[in-house]
Every structure is written in C-alpha cells, then in structure tokens.
C-alpha cells in the first residue's frame, strides 16, 4: 500500500528495528522510537544483544513477526511470534513459552516464512545443533491460515555435506519461480570472510532437496581489499 517495511537484528538497545521507505531510496525509522517489539515475552531474558532474525508474514489484516530470543530457563535461542494489526508494530508477544524450540539440537534460530503458489504457508528455520557440537538442519513445517500454530510434523531439507559449508548451515529462504523451489541459505561461520550463500533445488516447500554444485553460488575472496567479505543472509 505504497510503502516497504524492513526488519532487522537487534540494534542500538532495540529488540527489532524497523524502517520504513514509500520509495526504496529514503528510509525513516518506524515503530515505538524505531523498534517493531519494544517489549519481549516473560519467559525471555531481557536483552536486546539475544534477539535475532526477524521476519514478518502479512494474515488477511494481521501481520505476524518471527522472531528469536533467549529462553532464559534453558539457557538456549529459541523462535517465538509476535502480532500486530501494523507492519510497523508495535507486535505483541503474549506467550508463556517459545513457539519453536528444539532444545535436543541445542534450540532454534533463523525463521523464515514461504507461501506457496496455493496459498499454503510455511516456516523454515535452523536446528541451533552447532550449539551442542552437532549437526544443524534446516527444517520446515506447515502453518495455519493464521500464522499462529504448526500444522504436522517438522520436516529435515538440508544439513552441511561439503568442505566449504563447515561447520554449519542456517538463515533459509525459499523461492518459488517459474515451478522451480529454491532454498537459498548461509553456510559457514557468519563473522568469517568464509561466510557465504549457497543453494539447493527442492521439489516442494518439503523436499526433497538436492544442492547441484560442490560450492557456493555467492561468495567473495579472502584477500578481497577495499570491502566487504562473507556474505550472507540471501
């Protein structure tokens, strides 16, 4: 409606900063003095610096904020949603636990939202497993019309199997175009200059999922001078 919303990791002592542009270019903060969530749930530990990787999906007139915070009674990075009639929040968490917490794989981070062709809604999101010295996956499940519960079982669609990926893989997106699902995601370890995207081709929003090169679609050279190095969250 004339107007784009962008979410980010915790800034500035703001749990999740949002801006606001009518045009791309020019970018205003919005929210509560630029924060989309000013206030976290009770059963999180009250610290902007553990709160990640928001991402917002619009349901018929409410628009529901995914996000990651502190479980402070297990100590672990766990998923929980917000809502608000307004991109621009602010959203409202009144849960009395995380919406999504793996605490065997050492918790969950990174959601991430897809809606299919259909209408049908997903999540996806990384297994915290790295945490615990084990192997991450990225996983998805269903959603409800709404956005606010889970609908079956979690789904595996990729873990790291190639030297460049180590010692994990996270942040997911899927892409749906021309028929084709594309699950986009980071690998490696995110402050490095090793941090980079790479791809794999599924066959729905539940894979399977098969990665067609041995190496990342996206990356920049080690030695790179004059710039930046590692991306990723594509």
Not at 149 to 170: A, F, M, N
Not at 227 to 233: H, L, N, R, S, T
Request: with cysteine; charged share 20%.
């Amino acid at each position: 409606e004339g107007g784009y919303y962008a979410y980010s990791t915790n800034s500035a002592g703001r749990n999740v900063p949002v801006i606001y542009s009518p045009d791309l270019f020019t970018w205003e903060r919005a929210g509560e003095n630029g924060d989309a969530l000013p206030k976290l749930p009770a059963w999180a530990q009250p610290n902007a610096s553990l709160t990640w990787a928001p991402s917002v999906l619009q349901r018929g007139d409410e628009y529901i904020l995914y996000y990651v915070t502190r479980y402070r009674e297990a100590g672990r990075q766990c998923i929980s949603y917000a809502v608000s009639d307004s991109p621009a929040g602010p959203f409202v968490d009144n849960s009395d636990g995380p919406f999504i917490c793996q605490l065997e794989e050492g918790g969950s981070i990174d959601p991430e939202p897809f809606v299919d062709d259909d209408g049908a809604a997903y999540l996806l999101w990384k297994s915290d497993a790295n945490a615990l010295e084990m192997d991450a996956w990225i996983y998805r499940q269903r959603l409800s019309d709404d956005g606010r519960s889970l609908i079956g079982e979690p789904v595996r669609l990729i873990t790291r199997d190639q030297d460049w990926e180590e010692p994990l893989v996270e942040n997911p997106s899927m892409v749906l175009h021309n028929g084709v699902y594309y699950l986009i995601y980071s690998a490696n370890w995110w402050e490095s200059g090793d941090y980079a995207l790479g791809y794999a081709i599924c066959e729905g929003p539940s894979g399977p999922c098969e990665k067609p090169w041995d190496e990342p679609f996206f990356a920049l050279p080690k030695n790179r001078l004059g710039g930046e190095i590692g991306p990723g969250g594509g």
